[in-house]
């Protein structure tokens, strides 16, 4: 299984992309991929194959109306793990012995 981080950026477009960010959302909430968004991007949990294709899919919706567009990913990939994009921050909470800001 995959933790991909990635953020896409549109430029050329004015200061404010949340119209973008919600096109990305809404392919990510659609995948069917268990993800968390925040407030500098997305971490999806999937396949190698499954995170790579909504990464190409988020980018062209981007892309559709932007003549430029910066993305960033940052890839976690461990065989036989799944259920990482909670049970990372679990395991640091039991360690700290509290609940972190949600």
Known sequence: MVLMEFSITPLGVGES???YVA???DLVEKSGLDYRLNSMGTVVEGE???VLQLLEKCTQAVA???P???VSAKLDYRQGASGRLTGKVASVEKKLGHALKK
């Open 68 to 70: 430029r567009v910066s």
């Open 48 to 50: 190698l194959g499954e």
């Open 64 to 66: 559709k109306d932007c």
């Open 23 to 25: 096109r990305c959302v």
């Open 17 to 19: 992309v949340s119209e």
